[in-house]
């Protein structure tokens, strides 16, 4: 299994952005999904996920700012950030729920005020 995380950067406040997350050895339609956000020194948390049904869930503090989606032609899943804060800073993962793969580099977002 392998998970490619891009599109991350540097953004003003109230700034947007779309990371791409593509998968190989797994076909993400049949797993659930989700986007890790680490911050410095802590555990990676779930922003939000996505279910093989399509359902979605999201963390209270992204809820109304960060939708994820899935691509099944292109095995990518996305998250599209909108009116970024500062304290969203930080490095963005994806990753199977429930399974022990091995994480990848994750995607760095830094959101400046």
């Known amino acids: 299994v392998q998970l490619v995380e891009s599109g991350g950067g540097l953004v003003q406040t109230g700034g947007s952005l779309r990371l791409s997350c593509a998968a190989s050895?797994?076909?993400?339609?049949?797993?659930?999904m989700a986007w890790y956000r680490q911050l410095p020194g802590k555990q990676p948390e779930v922003v939000a996920e996505?279910?093989?049904?399509?359902?979605?869930k999201t963390l209270d503090s992204v809820e109304g700012r960060f939708t994820i989606s899935r691509d099944n032609a292109k095995n990518t899943i996305y998250l599209q950030m909108t009116s970024l804060k500062p304290e969203d800073t930080g490095v963005y993962l994806c990753?199977?729920?429930?399974?022990?793969?091995?994480w990848g580099q994750g995607t760095r977002v830094t959101v400046s005020s």
């Open positions: 990753h199977r729920l429930y399974w022990s793969d091995a």
């Open positions: 050895g797994i076909s993400v339609w049949e797993f659930d």
């Open positions: 996505v279910s093989p049904s399509g359902s979605t």
